[in-house]
Structure formats: C-alpha cells, structure tokens
C-alpha cells in the first residue's frame, strides 16, 4: 500500500520532500480510517435496523451520552492539533533557509525562466545546482504573478513583480527533475517548463567553469544570441542599426571604430572581447563610458559565442 501511495508521488529530491511525503500519507491514512468508519456504519446500519416486514418497532428515546459527545469531541480536536502542529513545522522548516545557502537568482517572465548564480553566470532553461548544498532561490517576476514550482522538492512559492520572494532546498539526489509554473490564470503559463538538474561537485566544478553541457553541441553563434538577450545587451544595443545607448552591432565587424581619446581600431574578436571584459578601455565616439564590465561573469565560451554572434549581424 505504501509503496503503491509512493509511486503516486513525484521522485523523493530532498529530506524536506520525505517529511512532506511522511505528513501526507499520515494525513490519507487518517482520512481512510475514518472514511472506512463513517461509510461502513453508513451502510451496515440501514440494514441491519431495518424496518422488517410486519414490524411496527420505533427508535428508543435517546437524548444524550456523555461518553460518546466526549469521544467525537475530545478526538477530532486532538487530531486537529496534531496536524495543525505538525503541518506548520514542516512548513516551517521548508522556509527556514541555512546559513550556508547558495543564493539563485530566478526571474519569471511571459514564458520563461532564467537563473543568475553566485558568480554573475547566468542562463535560461535548466537550473543547475550541485549535491547536497542548501540552495537559497531569490526569486521575482519582471511582469505578473508566476509560481516556480519544483514537485521532486515538495515546494512551491508565487513569484510576484516588484517583491523578491525566496524559497530554500536541499538536493539529496542526482538528476534530472521538472521544473514548472503552477500559475493558473495567464496563456502559457504550463509551457514555462525547465528543468533542475543536480550535479556532483566534480560536475559542478565543470559547469561553473565551461557552462552548461548543452554548450558543447550548440553552434556558437546561438550561444552569443541568447547570452545577447539575456544579459541585459540587448537593452544598449540594437541589431537593426538604431543607436540605443551604446552602438548597434549591425554591420560592425571589421568596421574601424573611431575612440574618444582619437585613436581608432578595427572591430575584430580581440577588440570585442576587450569590450566585453574592459568596456571604459577604448571608448567608441560618440557614447558615454556606460557599459558595465562582464569580467568573470561571462565564460570563454560565451564571449567566443558572442564574437560570433556580432559577426553575424551584416
Ligand atoms: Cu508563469
């Protein structure tokens, strides 16, 4: 019976999903005892105080028994307790973060998540965390209410525009596991899918450094796309030629660029990877020295990605 309840329920990714597991089988066995009392007795008493044929038997006058008013009041209060009490513990404990905890950026958007490490490295799609670590999830929304929703964790928390909220894990287990928006009201959010992958510490030593595994098979230029659009390039540089606060990549390679100071230099992959990385060293005429710099929070990698990325834009 257990086991079957069990296989019923996502996969077990952490001692707080156990104890929500061990809350809620105590909770269903409850319920079945006293669904198996009240419907038995539900039909075993009609039959066997039926009214028999040529019976003209009444109920006996019964106004009252102390012992049965104490027992249905007595118990079920006692029962409240207990699950009040121990429901809110391990609610508790869910949102007690350590003090250890490795802190996550997480923002919902109209579709999709992204997530922002310790060490500025961000990406989309897969929340990678290593084994076995607290992890701590700050998250907000960048336009309406989205609920970040990870079942093999047992935990769940609205995500809400202009708030941080947090929610904290422990992931006792590799693997792989759904990550979802459980927001009911809105067009696509059940499409906002991704995923948590959980890592050793070897393995994670080797995100950390080379990115994410999927890196390896995706063309580079796809790379520097999404790194484009989701570190906050795109907000400064247009790909069509209009001058937003920093210039267009359209049509830069192997442009030469006049600087402020009046020197000048062709944009080639080591003016674009020292722009990246020391933005205020050449400063294009005509701008203001505004670019931060994304020194150790873009991987070799990625600015290669973006190299190629900017290569592409005729
Ligand atoms: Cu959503």
């Not at 104890?19 to 079945?32: A, E, G, K, N, W």
Request: aromatic fraction near 16%.
């Amino acid at each position: 019976m257990n086991e079957w309840l069990r296989s019923t329920l996502p996969i077990v990714g952490s001692e707080h999903a156990r104890d929500i597991d061990t809350f809620y089988f105590f909770v269903f066995y409850l319920s079945l005892f006293f669904f198996i009392i009240v419907g038995g007795l539900a039909v075993y008493f009609p039959i066997k105080y039926r009214l028999k044929p040529g019976e003209t038997r009444r109920s006996a006058h019964i106004t009252d028994n102390f012992f049965l008013e104490m027992l249905w009041t007595v118990v079920p209060s006692l029962l409240c307790f207990v699950l009040f009490f121990w429901g809110f513990n391990t609610y508790l404990a869910a949102f007690t973060v350590p003090n250890d905890a490795m802190e996550i950026y997480v923002r919902g958007r109209k579709w999709n998540w992204t997530f922002e490490y310790p060490d500025g490295m961000a990406g989309g799609g897969t929340l990678y965390v290593p084994l076995n670590r607290p992890i701590k999830l700050i998250m907000d929304s960048e336009d309406v209410l989205h609920a970040f929703y990870i079942p093999a964790m047992r935990i769940k928390q609205d995500v809400i525009p202009g708030r941080y909220v947090y929610m904290t894990f422990t992931p006792t287990v590799k693997g792989e596991f759904q990550i979802f928006c459980a927001e009911y009201c809105g067009k696509d959010h059940s499409g906002m899918l991704a995923m948590l992958k959980v890592m050793d510490d070897a393995e994670y030593e080797v995100f950390k450094r080379e990115g994410p595994p999927e890196y390896k098979t995706m063309d580079p230029k796809l790379i520097g796309e999404t790194i484009y659009k989701t570190r906050g390039c795109q907000s400064c540089h247009s790909l069509d030629g209009t001058k937003g606060d920093g210039p267009s990549f359209k049509g830069i390679w192997g442009k030469t660029e006049q600087f402020a100071d009046g020197t000048s230099g062709v944009v080639d992959e080591n003016y674009i990877r020292q722009s990246v990385l020391e933005p205020q060293a050449k400063v294009v005429k005509g701008f203001e020295p505004v670019m931060p710099t994304f020194q150790g929070s873009l991987r070799p990698v990625e600015i290669n990605g973006i190299i190629a990325f900017i290569k592409g834009q005729k």
